[in-house]
């Protein structure tokens, strides 16, 4: 069975494609202020957020403990690319301490970006 290769199009939407494109085609700066690289960061880092809760929420049913998600909280966040909004998961315990960026930092600085 051959395995197919994802085009980026079906990752991004199209008109983050289209904008991502024409900004390159701009050859305005790659990452700063209103960059849709920017977009693309934020939309990753809150995706890896929501992996970790899930993964944590997991961990926490196989060992029994009674726990659920209490939304999120909304913050800004420093990268090379410009500033962010990150929205990290909660629970209701508040035993939840995301890897990615922690709960009181406001710079993501893990080379990630």
């Given at each position: ?21 024409d ?24 995706e ?58 406001r ?7």
């Amino acid at each position: 069975m051959k395995k197919e290769k994802k085009n980026e199009k079906e990752i991004l939407s199209q008109e983050l494609y289209d904008r991502l494109k024409d900004h390159l085609y701009s050859k305005r700066p790659v990452l700063g202020e209103d960059s849709p690289f920017s977009e693309l960061l934020q939309s990753m880092v809150n995706e890896v957020l929501e992996g970790e809760m899930s993964s944590f929420m997991n961990e926490e049913r196989a060992s029994s403990r009674k726990n659920k998600r209490n939304g999120k909280t909304l913050k800004k966040v420093r990268t090379n690319s410009g500033d962010i909004y990150v929205e990290t998961p909660r629970d209701r315990n508040g035993d939840f301490e995301p890897e990615l960026i922690g709960k009181r930092e406001r710079e993501l600085s893990s080379g990630l970006d």
